[in-house]
């Protein structure tokens, strides 16, 4: 075991780079850098929508830590100290009348006379899911009939009770997204995917019932063939959808991403073989604010012959961060291998030993 020393993550970027993607409000470059403007005194993240200063008025930092140092305040635009997937309570009530009357339809003469733009709901859901309200209003629907339907629920019953008005319009809205008739659909699952904004960029996050079953960044090489192999292991069809895992997930994250948490509770789904069963369970085992080289996972494992197979597995694993891969290094202490990006890797390294350098409150 390999005790971290503490270091500062400095982004890999140059100035002209990170100008350009203040200038895009590109959310692919959230939590590798953070803006500080020298005329005003305030620091921004990069997806802020104020108006922007010169090149010249600019310089590009690591972290909001950083910027705080030097004296800079915190946006009151973009709030960059506070989590970007952090729900409103105004979302959150809204997501909380569809969990309780799943067959609500809020149109957008419904928002207002909550007092609530429809404009502001529809971008919130576009940032943090990829898709409007309405759209997520009728895929809550069809998950809700899905749900009714593995219960036994008949398809006319589950139809109306999930706000459908017609059984022929249900019908048919239900095989475009399972690609099956209903009365067929008690052989198949669903899975939840969700979009969730951390400081490393946006992940995308799977869940059965059961738990937890992928959490990736959005620009991982493969993502897409990797989450049709899932589908298919699952016996799955994947659903844009609320799951009650989502929730304690997000939490979990946003603690860690702050340095309060070390461990996560959140529950698991991860198929794959015996071996690649045993390897992730190792990941487990390795101390936060440490590493290990990928010889002693295999010696840890009782084959350490197999140092290529634990590599091989630890790259499949699906889980990012709760199963700490990160954590496995070269031999010679050198970062290799990490589906999000070495510069990912190294951010979260350097969180952990900073966080271990000084212990978080309550620890």
Request: contains cysteine; proline residues 6%; positive net charge.
């Amino acid at each position: 075991m390999m005790l971290l020393k503490p270091t500062l993550p400095a982004p890999p970027l140059s100035a002209a780079e990170c100008y350009q993607a203040l200038l895009a409000k590109d959310a692919a470059y959230e939590g590798r850098f953070i803006a500080a403007v020298k005329t005003t005194g305030i620091f921004c993240r990069p997806t802020c929508t104020a108006r922007k200063p010169k090149p010249e008025n600019v310089e590009f930092l690591a972290t909001a830590k950083e910027a705080l140092l030097r004296g800079y305040r915190p946006c009151k635009v973009c709030t960059p100290l506070e989590a970007r997937d952090t729900t409103p309570g105004y979302i959150h009530e809204l997501l909380q009348a569809l969990t309780r009357q799943p067959g609500t339809r809020f149109s957008d003469q419904d928002l207002r006379r909550q007092g609530l733009e429809p404009a502001t709901v529809r971008r919130w859901f576009l940032r943090q899911h990829g898709i409007t309200f309405q759209a997520y209003q009728r895929l809550n629907r069809i998950n809700q009939a899905f749900q009714k339907l593995q219960t036994g629920v008949s398809v006319t019953d589950a139809a109306f009770e999930s706000g459908y008005e017609s059984l022929s319009g249900f019908q048919d809205s239900f095989k475009a997204v399972f690609g099956v008739a209903p009365s067929r659909s008690r052989q198949q699952h669903a899975m939840q995917l969700t979009r969730l904004e951390t400081p490393l960029g946006t992940m995308l996050a799977c869940a059965t019932d059961a738990g937890i079953c992928l959490l990736e960044f959005t620009d991982r090489r493969g993502l897409e063939t990797e989450l049709k192999e899932l589908a298919r292991k699952l016996n799955a069809t994947v659903l844009q959808s609320p799951n009650p895992h989502f929730e304690l997930l997000r939490s979990q994250l946003a603690e860690y991403f702050a340095g309060h948490r070390r461990t996560f509770s959140v529950p698991l789904v991860t198929p794959g073989t015996a071996f690649q069963q045993a390897v992730w369970q190792q990941l487990h085992t390795i101390p936060y604010g440490t590493t290990r080289s990928y010889a002693r996972q295999a010696a840890a494992l009782q084959q350490p012959g197999a140092v290529r197979a634990v590599a091989a597995a630890n790259g499949r694993n699906r889980v990012a961060i709760l199963i700490p891969c990160h954590r496995v290094v070269g031999t010679d202490g050198h970062l290799t291998g990490y589906g999000g990006g070495l510069w990912r890797k190294q951010w979260l390294l350097d969180l952990e030993s900073q966080q271990v350098a000084e212990p978080p409150l309550g620890s």
